[in-house]
């Protein structure tokens, strides 16, 4: 529905909230999410579609705000690196992110940090180089890479499901024999 000055309503489902906007048909969705919603983990880059800056995951898949109109998503649940924590602990990403140091200035992070966290819903054990290649569209000027890389491994591999009568499994019940 729109009306005589072009502007649109719109349902967004974002980090499992419903809002209702009106918005200027041709606003992206990174401009509704920082400016009308105050979602401001969600980072202006390029605006171009080229740094992956602006990352959010619409449906579990990383897209670019920068690039996509809320109209076309409605009825979608998109996350922004504002719902990766739940019940106020942060997630296995943002955590290892911290621990590694793989983020420096930290205005790229929630865009790599998305792209990661879609790779791994859709492969929760990749290689480097999937890695690597699901990052690919993502640029940071401060880290030089290998510590996201190096981030994203070992947040895979403490998310990664534990297997009956592993180690994994014996250390968390305690049963580990050393």
């Known amino acids: 529905m729109s009306d005589d000055d072009g502007n649109v309503w719109v349902r967004l489902s974002v980090n499992g909230d419903t809002y209702d906007v009106v918005v200027p048909l041709q606003k992206t969705l990174l401009e509704v999410l920082r400016e009308d919603l105050g979602l401001t983990g969600t980072k202006h880059g390029c605006e171009l579609g080229e740094c992956g800056t602006c990352g959010v995951l619409v449906d579990d898949t990383f897209v670019l705000s920068c690039l996509t109109l809320p109209i076309d998503i409605q009825g979608r649940e998109i996350t922004t690196v504002e719902g990766l924590a739940q019940r106020g602990r942060m997630h296995p990403l943002q955590e290892?992110?911290?621990?590694?140091?793989?983020?420096?200035?930290?205005?790229?992070?929630?865009?790599?940090?998305?792209?990661?966290?879609?790779?791994?819903?859709?492969?929760?054990?990749?290689?480097?180089?999937?890695?690597?290649?699901?990052?690919?569209?993502?640029?940071?000027?401060?880290?030089?890479?290998?510590?996201?890389?190096?981030?994203?491994?070992?947040?895979?591999?403490?998310?990664?499901?534990?297997s009956e009568g592993s180690v994994q499994e014996e250390v968390a019940r305690g049963e580990a024999r050393v």
């Open 96 to 162: 290892a992110f911290a621990e590694l140091g793989a983020a420096q200035c930290g205005y790229c992070t929630p865009g790599f940090l998305m792209a990661s966290k879609g790779l791994l819903d859709e492969n929760p054990t990749p290689t480097r180089s999937e890695i690597v290649d699901a990052l690919s569209g993502n640029l940071c000027r401060c880290t030089g890479y290998l510590k996201i890389f190096e981030a994203v491994e070992l947040a895979a591999q403490r998310m990664a499901p534990v």
